[in-house]
Each structure stands twice: as C-alpha cells, then as structure tokens.
C-alpha cells in the first residue's frame, strides 16, 4: 500500500472501482509518492493519543499516518470511497472510518469517545472549499489539539501565515495567530494531483499554544473586534470598528488610542496586543468593570 500514491496505482483503483472523482467535493488526490510520508512525519502523531484524518479520499495519507499513530479517525464525506479504503487500509485495525462531513460533526465528542479526550492532532490534504472553515473551526472550536498540518493553496498558506502588524494579515490570520504558530513546511506542485489543480499547495503546519498568545478579559469579544476592524479593509480601523459594532466614533477613536493605534491606522497594522487592549477597553465601556 505504501506505493499507492503514484499515477498508476491510484488510476488503477478509481478504474477497478469505477469511480468519477468529483470537483465538487475538492477531490484532487495525491499521486506523488514523497509528499505522504513527509506529512505524516511533520504533523507529530507519536507525541499524541492519536491522529484525525480530514478526507482520506483512498487512503495514501490515512497508510502513512497509520505506520506513525497509535490511534487515526478519518472522517470522509463521500460514501462510495469506503469500499476502496476498507481494500487499502485492510489490517490496520487502529483505523476507524467515519462517514460524515466534517463541518458538521461533533469533534469534541468524537475526541473524548475515540480517543479518550485525547489530545490529538489533525492532519489533512484538505478539500480546497472549505479549507478556511475547517481551519477557523478547529482552531475556535478550543478542541483538545496540539497542532494541525495541513495542505492547501499556497497563495492562501502564506496569507493565513501572515502576523498582525503585515499588510497581508486579515481577520482570519490575526485570529491564528492568537491560538497558534503557523509555519508553512513545504511547498508542493499542483503536478503532484490527479486532476492537477488550476493552483499549486503548500502544507502548513499550525503549532498550537498552550496559552494564547495575549491575555483578554472576553475572548469573543476580541474575536469580534477583530473581525470588526477588519471588515471594512479600505476603511481605517476605526471607521471599519464603529460601523461593524455599531459604536459611536468619539468612543472607537478613545479605545484605539489607549491601546496606543495611530490615528488613520488600517487594520493589518494593529498587533494582536493593540485588538487586544481594544477588546477589553470595549469591555470595560459594556459592563463597566
Ligand atoms: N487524502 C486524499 C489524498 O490526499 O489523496 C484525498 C484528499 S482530497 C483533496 C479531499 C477529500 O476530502 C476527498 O476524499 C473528499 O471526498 C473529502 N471531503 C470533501 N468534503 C468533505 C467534508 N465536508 N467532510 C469530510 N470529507 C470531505
């Protein structure tokens, strides 16, 4: 089975099961045999009680963290991939399979029955449409993880890495990087896929922080503050703060400069430790604590 991520095999295996892979469910499957194992070795499933697979598709990825993993779950949405993995992955009985999507799937029940309440990590050649969803899910979700390596587009890889305070930075990244490290590992051809991809991939690997990286009185506050200011990228921060959270302009521009903004400041230019401060002067103005 280790050799089943190449051209050939993974053909043979569609044309034997007479499968059609379908663009709508993100289904580019690996063909380059290299790519596997190195994500399996850099997603660190030795260290934890196990490993969730998002989307085995045929299972090349599911072998290679099997061989690593005391424990895998992979979640696939497509029923008709099951009877090709139960042929795959035959006598790995540490693998389970779950039918369901994963948008919509109980993680942290399936953490704490599975594995006990782990923690786990994900590791996933994610289907392009919801990569940021699953992402922004896992890492709010407060899930007992200790990473996540996962490969998507390159362009969107190197955003989601972007820190706050760099151009590049949007609500998405500023909110990873407030629960995690983001580092892209290695970057990988769209020739590396069948079909190829119109775009080529990078995997990406979010370290999760034992703390996140600054302290707040109202974590779903600062979530919507930064979303807030961040909504509106043409805006300043300010003007982008009050339409979203309908606040009078005097009060955005008096929190923005006790957490030390310049006036006129866009949002990418804020730190987490600026959205931060506004978050709790925004909380401090709500219920006067
Ligand atoms: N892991 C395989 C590989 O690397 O060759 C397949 C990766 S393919 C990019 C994405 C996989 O995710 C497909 O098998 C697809 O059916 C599955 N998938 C798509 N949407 C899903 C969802 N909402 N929940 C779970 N799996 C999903």
């Not at 786990?120 to 449409?129: F, K, Q, S």
């Amino acid at each position: 089975m280790s050799s089943l991520s190449n051209v050939g095999q993974v053909k043979a295996i569609l044309a034997r099961h007479n499968l059609q892979l379908l663009k709508g469910l993100g289904q580019n499957f690996l063909v380059n045999p290299s790519v596997c194992p190195r994500m399996a070795e850099a997603c660190g499933a030795q260290a934890c009680r196990g490993v969730i697979e998002i989307g085995p598709g045929i299972g090349v990825l599911t072998w290679e963290l099997a061989q690593r993993a005391q424990k895998v779950v992979a979640i696939e949405l497509d029923q008709r991939l099951f009877p090709v993995l139960e042929e795959t992955l035959a006598g790995l009985d540490h693998v389970e399979l779950v039918h369901g999507d994963v948008m919509k799937l109980n993680l942290r029940r399936l953490i704490r029955d599975r594995f006990g309440g782990g923690p786990v990590c994900v590791c996933a050649n994610l289907p392009y449409y919801i990569t940021t969803p699953v992402i922004m899910g896992l890492l709010e979700g407060d899930l007992p993880l200790t990473s996540i390596t996962v490969m998507i587009q390159k362009e969107t890889a190197q955003r989601l890495c972007a820190p706050p305070g760099v151009r590049a930075c949007g609500a998405v990244s500023a909110g990873i990087h407030y629960r995690s490290q983001p580092k892209i590992l290695f970057e990988v051809s769209r020739g590396s896929f069948l079909p190829p991809p119109k775009v080529d991939s990078a995997v990406i690997r979010f370290q999760i922080r034992e703390e996140p990286a600054v302290q707040v009185k109202d974590e779903a506050l600062l979530f919507r503050v930064v979303r807030g200011a961040f909504a509106q990228r043409r805006k300043t921060a300010v003007n982008s703060l009050c339409h979203a959270l309908n606040l009078e302009k005097g009060r955005a521009e008096a929190l923005m400069a006790g957490a030390g903004v310049r006036q006129g400041a866009r949002a990418e230019e804020l730190t987490l430790a600026q959205l931060a401060a506004v978050a709790d002067g925004l909380y401090e103005l709500e219920t006067g604590e």
